[in-house]
């Protein structure tokens, strides 16, 4: 099954063989992580690490359960909505976990057990007023998307593909004063970089907290809301060491649980501006990066 326009293009990176993926990711983890795979928080990311354009490979997904079923707490962290986490847990054939959504304004548990399949156990909003007219201002028909658990609130339609949650177009006068998780804006007239130092220009980052994507999109959140903070919450909630956590991504919004696991791990497609903030780098999606480094917290 294709994600088209969710998932990152092919890195390009040269194939490098999985079981040397494995050993460079084995002798890369510190010192001192635990050997009890009970003990150990795995934070994945989910578009350009979990999955490529056809989903989970078979790798990714006999990393992912072998990992579980070892006891570890593997954890989708994602800045996607929970609606759209949804689909994720499909790709990995798993119907139960915890997943940081919303670049970690909303904490959720998937449990079959539960009304609907989920639980949402904590959840941060902000007021997109300011940020939305400061945009509009700034990149005058910007698309706007307001999101809710059920899905988003948007301005005009995005480009097909690009929101797989459900969606309902509202005069923007209606989004102004919707608490909300997350604000998405979307320019896909404008390049990426040029994007990225338009909104990085706006002193919305004194507020808010931003990151943009590998096309011309940019998710503002809560202020002082990251998936490191999401994160560190389940961790303590779980009852975890930090010294066990690993975190897994490729993109700016990744950072700050790159930085705050004891073993950030950056992927093969990460730019160089991610790499940097990591402590080590694994090979890309498409080679099984991500899996790579389960593998080796299990044959640690």
């Not at 809560?222 to 903070?229: H, I, L, M, R, V």
């Amino acid at each position: 099954m294709s994600i088209p326009l969710l998932t990152p293009p092919p890195s390009g990176e040269e194939a490098i063989p999985f079981p040397e993926l494995v050993d460079r990711a084995r002798e890369a983890l510190p010192d001192d992580f635990p050997e009890d795979p009970s003990m150990v928080l795995i934070a994945l990311d989910v578009d350009g690490t979990l999955l490529r354009s056809d989903g989970a490979s078979p790798e990714v997904q006999r990393s992912f359960h072998d990992l579980v079923d070892a006891g570890a707490s593997v954890v989708i962290a994602s800045g996607r909505g929970v609606n759209a986490v949804r689909p994720v847990f499909e790709y990995v054939g798993s119907d139960q976990g915890w997943a940081v959504c919303s670049n970690g304004a909303v904490t959720a548990r998937w449990d079959p057990a539960v009304r609907g399949g989920v639980e949402v156990v904590a959840q941060r909003c902000f007021d997109p007023t300011v940020a939305i007219d400061t945009l509009l201002e700034a990149v005058p028909g910007i698309l706007l998307g307001v999101e809710e658990l059920t899905g988003y609130f948007i301005s005009e339609p995005f480009p097909s593909g690009e929101l797989i949650e459900q969606h309902w177009v509202t005069p923007v006068d209606q989004l102004r004063g919707r608490m909300t998780p997350k604000l998405v804006g979307r320019a896909p007239w404008i390049d990426r970089d040029d994007f990225d130092g338009i909104v990085h220009g706006l002193g919305l980052g004194e507020r808010h907290e931003l990151a943009v994507g590998w096309t011309s999109w940019v998710d503002i959140g809560p202020g002082g809301c990251t998936k490191a903070t999401g994160l560190e919450s389940l961790t303590e909630q779980l009852g975890l060491p930090h010294a066990g956590t690993v975190a897994i991504g490729d993109g700016t919004n990744d950072v700050p649980m790159l930085r705050w696991a004891a073993h950030g791990v950056a992927m093969g497609g990460a730019s160089l501006e991610v790499r940097a903030e990591a402590d080590a780098v694994t090979g890309a999606v498409e080679h099984d990066g991500a899996a790579a480094v389960m593998r080796a917290i299990l044959e640690r």
